[in-house]
C-alpha cells in the first residue's frame, strides 16, 4: 500500500512571498488532515477534509493560509504572504473512515519542512 | 479549547529498563487514543491505538486507559537505544474525528 504523499520536501522562502504544499492520501482515505508541527512541539491540526468538504478549519489563519482538496482526493496548502513564525513542518495526514464515535488512525506523509527567512 | 498534556522530557532510562510515558486530557467524552512515535526529523508513525479502559499489549508496548482519570499511558518494556523518540499521545473526540495531540515526550534510551 502506497503511503501518503507529500512535496515538497524542503522549501526555504522570504517571508511576504507564497508557497505551496501538496498532498496525496492513501487510496480509498476519505479524510485529510494538514497539521503544523513547530519544532518541540506536537502537531496542531490546520484544517481537516472529509472528502471535498471542510470538517474543521478553526485553526487556519485564513487571513493568509488557504487549502482545497479538488475530487476529494489531492489536496493542496497554500501560505500568501508567509510570516517568520510560519517555519515549520508541515504535515499532512489521511485517514480511513472512523467508526461511529471511534476514530481511525492517522497515517501521516513525510512533510514539508519550510523555512522562513 | 481541548487539550492533552504530556511531559516534555527528556525521560532518560537505561537500556532494559522500562520507560513509562504520561498523557492527560481534558475532554471526558474522548473515546479514542493513539500513541505515536517521531523520530528526530521524521514523521510521526503509529504504534497503537486503544479504546477501552484497561490494559492493550503490543511486544514490548503496553497502552493503559483510565477514563475516569482521563489519563493513558504507553509503558516500554526491555527498552532499547532504538526506541529514542518523542512519544506522541493523540486523543480524538467523542465524533471519532477531531484528533488532538499533545506536545509529545522525549524518550532517550542510554546504552
Known amino acids: 500500500e502506497a503511503g501518503v504523499a507529500q512535496s515538497p520536501r524542503y522549501k526555504i522562502i522570504e517571508k511576504r512571498q507564497s508557497v505551496a504544499f501538496w498532498c496525496n492520501p492513501i487510496?480509498?482515505?476519505?479524510?485529510l488532515y494538514w497539521y503544523q508541527q513547530i519544532l518541540g512541539q506536537g502537531p496542531k491540526l490546520l484544517i481537516q477534509?472529509?472528502?471535498?468538504?471542510?470538517?474543521?478549519d478553526s485553526q487556519l489563519p485564513k487571513d493568509r493560509f488557504s487549502a482545497e482538496r479538488l475530487k476529494g482526493v489531492d489536496s493542496t496548502l497554500k501560505i500568501q504572504p508567509a510570516k517568520l513564525e510560519d517555519s515549520a513542518v508541515y504535515l499532512c495526514?489521511?485517514?480511513?473512515?472512523?467508526?461511529?464515535?471511534?476514530?481511525?488512525?492517522?497515517?501521516f506523509g513525510n512533510g514539508t519542512r519550510l523555512t522562513v527567512t | 479549547q481541548k487539550e492533552v498534556e504530556q511531559n516534555s522530557g527528556p525521560l532518560s532510562v537505561p537500556e532494559g529498563a522500562i520507560a513509562s510515558l504520561n498523557c492527560t486530557y481534558s475532554?471526558?467524552?474522548?473515546?479514542?487514543f493513539f500513541w505515536y512515535r517521531q523520530y528526530s526529523g521524521k514523521s510521526p508513525e503509529l504504534i497503537m491505538s486503544i479504546y477501552s479502559n484497561g490494559d492493550k499489549e503490543d511486544g514490548r508496548f503496553t497502552a493503559q486507559l483510565n477514563k475516569a482519570s482521563q489519563y493513558v499511558s504507553l509503558l516500554i518494556r526491555d527498552s532499547q537505544p532504538s526506541d529514542s523518540a518523542t512519544y506522541l499521545c493523540a486523543v480524538v473526540d467523542n465524533y471519532g474525528q477531531n484528533f488532538v495531540f499533545g506536545p509529545g515526550t522525549r524518550l532517550s534510551v542510554l546504552p
Open positions: 477534509f472529509q472528502n471535498n468538504g471542510v470538517v474543521d
Open positions: 487510496s480509498g482515505h476519505a479524510t
Open positions: 475532554d471526558r467524552g474522548s473515546q479514542s
Open positions: 495526514a489521511s485517514s480511513l473512515p472512523g467508526w461511529g464515535i471511534l476514530g481511525s488512525p492517522l497515517h
